[in-house]
């Protein structure tokens, strides 16, 4: 099973900024639409940010937009999270996932994708 690598996480103060790396060794990388999901303790795996096979335009959630920009490099089969004016809300495990076939209605769905990587601890607190 391929296993995506999630890199960048760790402890920083709110308002601060981190910046998150997914390495995904699927091949061809361009096939596949990534995704980033979070998940705090307690809670549902909820979706961050997604970005289409061969579309530029990333896909947000509400709480994120505006703080939060993701990109990829298909050169290097990788994605990025940056988060900026980190909350405390913000607090949670972060996973890359991709997956080739997913259509556009559930990008925001993490039942629809069928790589994951393990996960970065990203905490914000001061």
């Known amino acids: 099973q391929v296993q995506l690598e999630e890199s960048g996480g760790g402890l920083v103060a709110p308002g601060g900024s981190l910046r998150l790396s997914c390495k995904a060794p699927?091949?061809?990388?361009?096939?596949?639409?990534m995704a980033w999901f979070r998940q705090a303790p307690g809670s549902e795996r909820e979706f961050v940010a997604s970005m289409k096979a061969h579309n530029s335009n990333p896909l947000y959630t509400d709480s994120v937009k505006g703080r939060f920009t993701m990109s990829r490099d298909n050169a290097k089969s990788t994605v990025t999270l940056q988060m900026n004016s980190l909350k405390a809300e913000d607090t949670a495990v972060y996973y890359c996932a991709a997956d080739r076939q997913i259509i556009t209605s559930s990008l925001r769905n993490p039942r629809a994708y069928d790589y994951w990587g393990q996960g970065t601890q990203v905490t914000v607190s001061s």
């Open positions: 699927l091949r061809p990388f361009n096939a596949y639409s």
